[in-house]
C-alpha cells in the first residue's frame, strides 16, 4: 500500500463533493440507487467517528425531473424557479435516505460571499461546527435560487458544478480530505475520451504547470465542471493542506477504497 494513500485511513473530517453526473443517469432521471448508497456509506462513517460534508449538486436536474419538463431551462428566472423546486426535492430524498440509516441532515445553502464577506464566513464555520458537533450531516449546495451572476445564460455556474464550492468549505472547516465524485476515474495525462493511449495519473503532488496544461479540454459528459474547474479546485484545497481525491461517483462504495488506502483515482496531495 502506498504510504500517501495510507494516511488517509486517518482522515477524521471529510468533504464529500457529489455531481449532477452521480446523481442522474443519462437520460436526466435521478438514481435512486446512488443516493441510497451515498446515505448509507456517510451514515456509516458517521457511525465510525467521522465528521462528512456532502456538497451536492443537482437542484436545477432534480427540480427538470420533478416538473417533468423537456428540456432544461434557459432564462435565469426559469432556472431559479426550477432550482427551488429541485432544492426542495434533493433535500427530501436525502432526508428519507439518511433517516433511514438512523442520521438527521441539515441544509446549508451558499452564495459567493461566503468568502469576501468575514461576518458571513465566520457564521458559516460555526453552524458547520454546530451541525458536526451534534452528529448532524451538512449537506451543502449553491443557492440556485438567489444567484444571477451564476446562472447568466451560457456561463459556467460561478462554482463550476460546486467543484469550487467544495473546495472552499473544505478549507473553511479545515477539512482532511475532499473527495470529489466525478463520471471520470481520475485525472489523465490528456482526454481520455479522445486519446486512447492517455495514462491516469496516480498521485500528484504538486499541481505544476505542465499538470495545468493537461488538463485543458479533458471535460465531463453530464456536470458543467470540466477537468479545468476540478483542478482548479484541487489547488484551491491542497493550497489549504487539504488532500483530494478525483475519482469515478458510478460507484460510491470506492469512497470506502480511498478511506481503506486502496489506490482509487487520483490523490493530489495537500501542502503541509
Known amino acids: 500500500m502506498c504510504f500517501k494513500r495510507q494516511k488517509l485511513q486517518d482522515a477524521q473530517r ?17 438514481n435512486f440507487t446512488c443516493i441510497d448508497k451515498l446515505a448509507r456509506i456517510i451514515s456509516d462513517l458517521s457511525n465510525q467517528g467521522k465528521e462528512v460534508v456532502l456538497v451536492t449538486s443537482g437542484a436545477i436536474g432534480v427540480g427538470v425531473d420533478k416538473l417533468k419538463l423537456p428540456e432544461r431551462p434557459r432564462t435565469i428566472r426559469e432556472k431559479q424557479a426550477v432550482a427551488a423546486v429541485g432544492q426542495c426535492e434533493l433535500m427530501h430524498m436525502y432526508s428519507k435516505f439518511f433517516s433511514e440509516y438512523g442520521h438527521i441532515v441539515g441544509q446549508i445553502l451558499l452564495t459567493r460571499d461566503i468568502m469576501s464577506d468575514d461576518k458571513c464566513r465566520k457564521n458559516v464555520v460555526n453552524t458547520f461546527e454546530t451541525l458536526l458537533e451534534k452528529g448532524i450531516v451538512p449537506i451543502v449546495n449553491e443557492n440556485d435560487s438567489v444567484s444571477t451572476v451564476e446562472l447568466k445564460v451560457g456561463q459556467k455556474d460561478t462554482f463550476s458544478e460546486n467543484d469550487t464550492l467544495s473546495a472552499i468549505v473544505a478549507k473553511l472547516i479545515e477539512a482532511d480530505l475532499l473527495i470529489i465524485l466525478s463520471d471520470i476515474d481520475g485525472f489523465y ?3 481520455p475520451r479522445k486519446n486512447p493511449d492517455s495514462k491516469m495519473l ?18 465531463t459528459k453530464r456536470g458543467t465542471g470540466g477537468m479545468v474547474t476540478k483542478l482548479s479546485a484541487a489547488k484551491i484545497a491542497t493550497g489549504a493542506g487539504v488532500d483530494v481525491v478525483l ?9 470506502l477504497d480511498i478511506l481503506s488506502g486502496e489506490q482509487v483515482g487520483t490523490l493530489f496531495i495537500g501542502l503541509k
Do not use: F, Q, R
Open 14 to 30: 471529510i468533504v464529500i463533493k457529489v455531481g449532477t453526473s452521480t446523481l442522474t443517469y443519462e437520460t436526466g432521471k435521478i
Open 189 to 191: 495525462d490528456s482526454d
Open 202 to 219: 496516480s498521485v500528484i503532488d504538486k499541481i505544476t504547470t505542465e499538470i495545468e496544461e493537461c488538463a485543458e479540454g479533458a471535460g
Open 247 to 255: 475519482t469515478n461517483g458510478s460507484h460510491p462504495e470506492t469512497i
